[in-house]
């Protein structure tokens, strides 16, 4: 144990250390920082040199950081630009969830002749965004307080939501041999249900704890009080059956500056202190988001594919094909934005990240999902995550030009 301790001090080091030198090497070559934080996993992790394997206290390290990101997102939000685009985001999210899932069952099920359940699987894994990348990206590029990214914000929030219902819905469908509708109800039922009471318990829970910062006029108190609203949050979301990351956006929405419930307005927060919060959050974002896009990258294992087989390149093209065009029209969704923001939407909802490699390792689990077929989505994974934000920078770099 006391080893083990010990190793994982060394693979922080290296993590944090990798994150930040590939982070600023791809700025410096014009990409966002972002890809290189993945490349960093991908070099450290068995796609290359095999030196970090991705243990669970890596992936809790890097589940915090995903929050935090979240928080700092959720703090940030328009929310009045956001109620507006409500529509249009439900919108893409419905769109690119469904086209790349139907793309991807009939051409698995129909044209490569998988089973029924491998297929599901596989529809499914091109279904869900990353949030944490797209987020991340379009923050780097500073385009994140844009009305086309509060429509990618809301419909990759939807996409999450759904993407955790498709994947119980389907996990129980591939035990059980049946449709568990009762339980995706159930299930769906919790969700909104959490959502729409989680930003009034968090307004109230912030109140009191702003309260106590006040009178013990400590700012020390800030961090470590927040930081526990922020887990808190993320716990309570899990246990309605909802992701970590939503409890967490919805903590920071809570407390954004532009956030108005109107029989609640009493609790309106103190502008002086919610500034205090973003610098610390911020802080401390800077320090654990860099672990979770390394475990992107530690999570992918390129050495599983067969780069020889013409079966893996005849499937995964397709695949690839269905997982970039279904996104990419989502964005075509939006009636009232220009061109380049329609394809900016799309390019933002590409990055699969790790929602896809869950579905993959779940197929995988049950046996629906063969080698083969493991390495296609790790490969459709790697590609739509690493093409998203080179097409947004050189997408934003061509409108700075003209």
Not at 115 to 140: E, H, N, P, R, W
Not at 195 to 224: C, G, T
Not at 247 to 263: H, N, V
Not at 342 to 353: D, E, H, T, Y
């Amino acid at each position: 144990m006391h080893g083990d301790l010990h190793n994982l001090f060394l693979d922080l080091a290296l993590i944090l250390f990798s994150a930040k030198i590939f982070g600023l090497l791809a700025k410096r070559f014009g990409v966002p920082e972002v890809l290189g934080e993945v490349f960093a996993g991908i070099v450290l992790g068995p796609s290359i040199f095999g030196l970090i394997p991705l243990n669970e206290a890596i992936k809790i390290l890097a589940e915090i950081g995903i929050i935090l990101l979240l928080f700092q997102v959720g703090l940030e939000v328009d929310f009045p630009n956001l109620i507006k685009v409500g529509w249009w985001a439900l919108f893409v999210a419905l769109f690119g969830a469904l086209v790349p899932f139907l793309g991807g069952f009939f051409l698995s099920h129909y044209w490569f002749g998988l089973d029924l359940v491998g297929s599901l699987f596989i529809g499914g894994a091109l279904t869900a965004t990353s949030i944490g990348i797209t987020v991340k990206v379009l923050s780097d590029l500073g385009q994140n307080n844009k009305p086309f990214a509060q429509i990618v914000l809301g419909a990759a929030v939807i996409d999450d939501i759904l993407g955790v219902i498709f994947l119980t819905a389907l996990y129980e469908f591939a035990k059980y041999k049946t449709l568990q509708l009762d339980a995706t109800l159930q299930l769906s039922f919790f969700i909104v249900f959490f959502l729409l009471i989680a930003p009034i318990v968090a307004q109230i829970f912030a109140k009191a704890l702003f309260w106590l910062i006040k009178k013990s006029k400590e700012d020390s108190a800030i961090a470590p009080f927040i930081m526990g609203l922020i887990l808190l949050a993320a716990y309570l979301a899990q246990q309605f059956g909802t992701p970590s990351i939503l409890g967490s956006f919805t903590a920071g929405l809570a407390l954004s500056r532009r956030f108005i419930i109107p029989f609640v307005v009493a609790l309106k927060l103190e502008q002086e202190l919610l500034q205090k919060v973003e610098h610390q959050v911020r802080t401390l974002m800077w320090v654990f988001a860099p672990i979770f896009f390394v475990s992107v990258g530690l999570a992918l294992n390129l050495r599983e594919i067969d780069f020889s087989s013409a079966e893996f390149w005849i499937i995964s093209l397709s695949l690839l094909a269905v997982a970039i065009l279904g996104k990419l029209l989502a964005g075509f969704v939006v009636l009232n934005l220009p061109l380049r923001e329609k394809i900016a939407v799309g390019l933002s909802m590409l990055p699969r990240g790790e929602v896809g490699l869950i579905f993959a390792e779940f197929g995988r689990l049950t046996g629906a999902v063969n080698e083969t077929l493991y390495a296609v989505v790790v490969f459709v994974v790697a590609l739509t995550t690493l093409l998203a934000p080179i097409g947004l920078k050189l997408l934003f770099r061509e409108k700075e030009a003209t």
